[in-house]
């Protein structure tokens, strides 16, 4: 056998190749079902997310609307300033708030509506307060409030202010 038919034996064998694209392509296929498995995983992650803020702010706005409801109802009776602080969460999942007592929202059924809005949240929570109660529109950011009665409209405002 000479030198030539070696070396022209050699070029044309071509069975190493099919090992060595096997891996190549098995890698490639891996690595695209990882990336897509991430992408998916961090979507879900954000809409569970979004998901416990909305419930978290809806707590809240509940217990507020509670609070003002019972605050409303002992003042009516009196006609004089009273006033309620309350304790809050300062933030939901690491994002702070805003609750906004108004009495025109496009979302409220009644004559008085709070209105908690986060950051992470692209709609802002809806709670009804109950029929009758007479509102200032007023704002403030999650935590420690203070709920006020001038004797004839209640306001949300921070306890600290």
């Known amino acids: 056998m000479n030198r030539n038919d070696v070396t022209e034996r050699l070029l044309e064998d071509r069975r190493g190749v099919s ?17 897509g498995l991430i992408i998916t995983a961090g979507g879900a992650v954000e809409t569970q997310r979004e998901r416990a803020v909305q419930g978290e702010l809806t707590t809240i706005g509940e217990r507020l609307g509670t609070e003002l409801t019972a605050l409303d109802r002992a003042a009516e009776s ?27 929202h496009s979302d409220c059924r009644t004559d008085a509506c709070l209105v908690l809005d986060a950051r992470t949240t692209e709609t802002p929570v809806v709670i009804a307060v109950r029929d009758g109660i007479d509102t ?26």
Request: glycine letters at 6%.
């Open 78 to 104: 009196t006609n004089s300033t009273m006033t309620v602080e309350t304790s809050h969460p300062e933030r939901v999942v690491n994002t702070r708030y805003r609750v906004r007592l108004t009495s025109n």
């Open 136 to 161: 200032v529109e007023s704002s403030a950011l999650g935590g420690e409030l203070r709920l006020v009665h001038n004797g004839t409209a209640v306001r949300v405002a921070e306890a600290r202010s």
């Open 19 to 35: 090992v060595a694209l096997t891996h190549v392509l098995t890698m490639g296929i891996t690595s695209v079902l990882i990336a």
